[in-house]
């Protein structure tokens, strides 16, 4: 009597569970586009702040590098005989 009526209990919660997942899944479908988008365009913008941070970094290295580089050849052609 008990495996006649388990297969019958378990299809049921298996339904069940089904409904509640289409549910969540149409919640989700619906509601979080938006919210996901969202996540998306703040990650984004600030993968553009740090992109434009180490752009401007690497600038700056390679500036200094630059004087650097120039003022040891000066010292170097100013000490030449």
Do not use: W
């Amino acid at each position: 009597m008990l495996s006649s009526a388990q297969p019958s209990a378990f299809s049921a919660q298996l339904d069940h569970e089904l409904h509640l997942q289409h549910i969540q899944l149409s919640m989700f479908s619906s509601a979080k586009p938006s919210a996901f988008q969202a996540q998306l365009d703040h990650e984004l913008h600030l993968h553009s702040i740090f992109s434009s941070a180490c752009s401007a970094q690497l600038n700056l290295q390679h500036s200094q590098l630059s004087s650097t580089m120039s003022s040891t050849l000066s010292i170097l052609y100013s000490a030449r005989p």
